[in-house]
T-cell receptor, first 112, second 114 residues
């Protein structure tokens, strides 16, 4: 398995500001992903973080709003830009090694 | 693209009973089907998975079955315990050029009462 850590674990932000979430994996992984989970809801894939190139975004998510970096095989960041209360959610980093996919503990974001 | 349906959305059982959660998927090219358990305030934890070349897999009190023809798979928990209470998600791996990304069902909240 892979151990994934995220920082911060939670934050309360003002609308119009941006927050960058960091994700660190304890060993090299094949793929890294970012998901969003609304309270009591399922996981929605935001994008695949590609190492050394632009992320691949799912329908409904755009780079200007959710810029993603992946400078190496074990680290990625997700920025939530120009936040509004609708961005309040749990953001989950995920990584795969072979077939298996693992998740971090999540970042709980509240936008006021 | 892939779509995963999960039922039921909530399930309440008595301690010691069995629990079954069912999922269907739409993309016949999907080939990997994991199950995750998510406890309150934590990220999803992989508990068992099955690949498309296998019909059933067991791990102690947990088993997963796959019917490729019908495109459905199920999670079976036997001798349930209060600590099994959590939200369970099924997922299917979409195999395409963008890489392997899991698509999730909507989740089942399992409550085990003692």
């Amino acid at each position: 398995s892979a151990v994934i850590s995220q920082k911060p674990s939670r934050d309360i932000c003002q609308r119009g500001t941006s927050l960058t979430i960091q994700c660190q994996v304890d060993s090299q992984v094949t793929m890294m992903f970012w998901y969003r989970q609304q309270p009591g809801q399922s996981l929605t894939l935001i994008a695949t973080a590609n190492q050394g190139s632009e992320a691949t975004y799912e329908s409904g998510f755009v780079i200007d709003k959710f810029p993603i970096s992946r400078p190496n095989l074990t680290f990625s960041t997700l920025t939530v830009s120009n936040m509004s209360p609708e961005d309040s959610s749990i953001y989950l980093c995920s990584a795969s090694r072979g077939s298996e996919q693992f998740f971090g503990p999540g970042t709980r974001l509240t936008v006021l | 693209g892939e779509n995963v349906e999960q039922h039921p959305s909530t399930l309440s059982v008595q301690e010691g009973d069995s629990a079954v959660i069912k999922c269907t998927y739409s993309d016949s090219a999907s080939n990997y089907f994991p199950w995750y358990k998510q406890e309150l305030g934590k990220g999803p934890q992989l508990i068992i998975d099955i690949r498309s070349n296998v019909g059933e897999k067991k791990d102690q009190r947990i088993a997963v079955t796959l019917n490729k023809t019908a495109k459905h798979f199920s999670l079976h928990i036997t001798e349930t315990q209060p600590e099994d209470s959590a939200v369970y998600f099924c997922a299917a791996r979409r195999a395409d050029q963008a890489g392997t990304a899991l698509i999730f069902g909507k989740g089942t909240t399992l409550s085990v009462s003692s």
